[in-house]
């Protein structure tokens, strides 16, 4: 019995509780299949599924996609914006960008339960070395950076916008994933799905990894 009891307070030592991210960082693969191209296309589809869930909810009419001649991937989309409140607390964009579940937002942001992982924007988050967030909203642009997932500094209240929509670009971390090389065919098969299968969507496509190119417009 005494072994026994020996052997179970052992096992419990070797035990480590992941809180939040870092679950997330530690185990890619349960959140985005595994730490290479797929896992790759799971993050932008992430968020192009966020944006394609506003335009389905009939607040989003446009999305750009940009591969930026540094690794990045930007996704901009003219929808009603994530959400930025409370005045008081932690901002529900953050609390999107940082937290595996959010039940405090609105439901009528359907970004909160993402759209493969079921937890979107915050694996994003965590899985990217830096990801920017430009919300614009209330008639301000809202701004805030993240690197591994932790926020460089509060949501910041920026110059006044008549536009609604939100912007997120994200580089993926070259600590997890190998290669950090976006699939450019791959992602164009996808917009063209996407728009094809929502009606009034415009999906853009632009990669400027090789040389500045026209963009790729597909109109559902």
């Known amino acids: 019995m005494t072994d026994g009891a020996e052997a179970s307070t052992d096992d419990t030592d ?9 679950a997330v960082r530690r185990r890619p693969w349960m959140y985005v299949g595994a730490a290479d191209e797929r896992g790759l296309r799971c993050l932008v589809d992430e968020v192009v599924d966020s944006s ?8 989003a009419r446009s999305i750009h996609v940009t591969l930026l001649a540094d690794g990045g991937a930007r996704v901009a989309d003219d929808g009603c914006g994530l959400p930025v409140g409370p005045d008081a607390g932690t901002p529900a964009v953050e609390e999107l960008m940082t937290q595996l579940s959010c ?6 942001h359907p970004q909160v339960s993402g759209a493969r992982s079921g937890v979107g924007l915050a694996v994003v988050n965590a899985l990217s070395a830096r990801l920017e967030v430009e919300v614009r909203r209330h008639g301000h642009v809202w701004r805030q950076s993240y690197r591994h997932g932790v926020p460089d500094a509060p949501l910041a209240q920026g110059e006044p916008t008549t536009t609604t929509g939100t912007t997120t670009t994200f580089w993926a971390d070259p600590e997890i994933f190998c290669p950090t090389d976006h699939d450019g065919d791959a992602l164009r098969s996808r917009l063209r799905q996407l728009a094809d299968l929502t009606e009034g969507l415009r999906t853009t496509l632009t990669d400027e990894r090789d040389r500045p190119t026209d963009p790729e417009v597909t109109r559902g």
């Open 14 to 22: 070797e035990i480590v509780v992941l809180d939040g991210l870092e």
């Open 52 to 59: 394609v869930q506003d335009a389905r909810a009939g607040c």
């Open 103 to 108: 039940g405090t937002v609105p439901t009528r």
